[in-house]
């Protein structure tokens, strides 16, 4: 199974300063279609998951740009530019390019 | 307004069944790949099987395969889950989600304790 690894596992962080997650997989990503499937979800706490970002950087619907996500091969990196309070909950990665898909062990998110 | 609402969750032995339910409205269910994601408390997600909607090809994580099917129904527009030979570590908040995780439901929660 592929493995995704984010780093860090905490984050605190202050408002209006930059955050940033690393994910990386065991294996690489690209799928028979070409695309790399590579997603970032955002849990708050009580909440059910909500889908930020498909194939590597496209953003859903209503996600904020200050919100961005990158990388390729194996490496992978959510952005966020300024922080504000919303955004504190767990932060997931996920690959749908291999089977089984596979979440990362998630990152959580607090103001300092 | 699209909207996914699981239920059949509770209390069950270890060893025992449950079917998960989850009416989708606002979009024909059938249409749409799907899956089942669950939560266990305190800790991160956790895929759990998938039904494409072209096909109707059913995918399932090694921890649940052979125990758990996933199905839909077209004419009550839902998806179900069921869940076989249940064990101690399949207690979870189990989630559906719509398409490439683009909706979620609320979450139905499953306890698996003797």
């Known amino acids: 199974d592929v493995v995704l690894t984010q780093s860090p596992l905490f984050l605190p962080v202050t408002l209006g300063q930059p955050a940033s997650i690393s994910c990386r997989s065991s294996q690489g990503l690209v799928y028979s279609d070409g695309k790399t499937h590579l997603n970032w979800f955002h849990q708050r706490p009580g909440q059910s998951p909500r889908h930020l970002i498909s194939?590597?950087?496209n953003r859903d619907s209503g996600v904020p740009d200050r919100i961005s996500g990158s990388g390729s091969g194996t490496d992978f990196t959510l952005k966020i530019s300024r922080v504000e309070a919303e955004d504190v909950g767990v932060y997931y990665c996920?690959?749908?390019?291999?089977?089984?898909?596979?979440f990362g062990q998630g990152t959580k998110v607090e103001i300092k | 307004e699209v909207q996914l609402v699981e239920s059949g969750g509770g209390l069950v032995q270890p060893g025992g069944s449950l079917r998960l339910s989850c009416a989708a409205s606002g979009f024909t269910l059938s249409s749409y790949d799907m899956s089942w994601v669950r939560q266990a408390p305190g800790k991160g997600l956790e895929w759990v099987s998938y039904?494409?909607?072209?096909?109707?090809?059913?995918w399932y994580a090694d921890a649940v395969k052979g125990r758990f099917t996933i199905s839909r129904d077209s004419a009550k527009n839902s998806l179900y889950l069921q869940m076989n030979s249940l064990r101690d570590e399949d207690t979870a908040v189990f989630y559906c989600?719509?398409?490439?995780?683009?909706?979620w439901g609320q979450g139905t929660t499953v306890t698996v304790s003797s």
């Open positions: 194939e590597v950087s």
């Open positions: 989600a719509r398409g490439y995780f683009s909706v």
């Open positions: 996920m690959q749908g390019s291999h089977w089984p898909w596979t």
């Open positions: 039904i494409s909607g072209s096909t109707g090809a059913t």
